[in-house]
């Protein structure tokens, strides 16, 4: 199984960068995942590590260490907009018959973010 | 426009009653999954689908569920006798790219009473 941990809440200045951290124990590992929620709607795809190191996007950017499963998603210039819900996923590795395949995300809970002017 | 379209966008039910949730892909896939969000928690596995066959299901998804793709497009989640903690979003979703990411339908918001 997964067991993935997050911080419940952070808040952050408009402007600033913020580091959210997500740790995670796993019987297999074929990726992490970085999603945005904003309150009502669905998750929306932000990054996706799978080797170690850093993928920046943009603003955003997403590291990985897989020796000592942990990731965290860094967000620069935050903006109002960037007030959500940010999800960290590790997917499984699924093996069947015909080879391998695209196992299941596993959620950690959500770290909410708040932005203040 | 959406990639993947459900239905209903809510639907409010009797404890017992039976419902079907919808999801319709814009394109052909062959990889769909099912999750719920129970509203404060976090989002939970329930199925995934390959090639029009279940290929992965948790705990949560016990006799109670179902799903199937009946016509080849439209792909279904039911529930059979709804009890009251099955209130929550549930999101279909389908994988995406390179990196298989899953991309989530809007969701449809599930009330039992």
């Known amino acids: 199984g997964q067991n993935i941990d997050q911080p419940t809440e952070m808040t952050a200045t408009e402007g600033a960068i913020v580091q959210i951290n997500c740790t995670y124990q796993?019987?297999?590992?074929?990726?992490l995942f970085w999603y945005q929620q904003h309150a009502g709607e669905a998750p929306t795809f932000l990054s996706y590590?799978?080797?170690?190191g850093l993928e920046e996007k943009g603003r955003f950017s997403s590291f990985l260490s897989r020796s000592k499963g942990y990731s965290y998603l860094l967000l620069k210039e935050l903006q109002m907009k960037d007030s959500a819900s940010y999800l960290c996923?590790?997917?499984?590795?699924?093996?069947?018959?015909?080879?391998?395949?695209?196992?299941?995300?596993?959620f950690g809970q959500g770290t909410i973010l708040t932005v203040h002017p | 426009e959406p990639e993947v379209t459900q239905t209903p966008s809510h639907q409010v039910t009797q404890m017992g009653q039976e419902v079907i949730l919808r999801c319709v892909p814009i394109?052909?896939?062959?990889?769909f999954y099912w999750y719920r969000q129970i509203l404060g928690q976090k989002v939970e596995f329930l199925v995934s689908?390959?090639?029009?066959?279940?290929?992965?299901k948790s705990e949560i998804f016990d006799d109670q569920f179902s799903v199937e793709r009946p016509d080849g497009s439209n792909f279904t989640l039911k529930i059979r006798s709804t009890k009251l903690e099955d209130s929550a979003m549930y999101f279909c979703?389908?994988?995406?790219?390179?990196?298989?990411?899953?991309?989530f339908g809007e969701g449809s918001r599930l009330t039992v009473l």
């Open positions: 979703a389908r994988g995406r790219g390179n990196t298989g990411e899953l991309f």
């Open positions: 590590n799978v080797l170690d």
């Open positions: 394109s052909n896939h062959l990889y």
């Open positions: 996923a590790v997917r499984d590795l699924l093996l069947y018959d015909g080879g391998t395949s695209y196992g299941k995300l596993t």
């Open positions: 796993t019987s297999g590992f074929n990726g």
């Open positions: 689908f390959y090639n029009n066959e279940i290929s992965e």
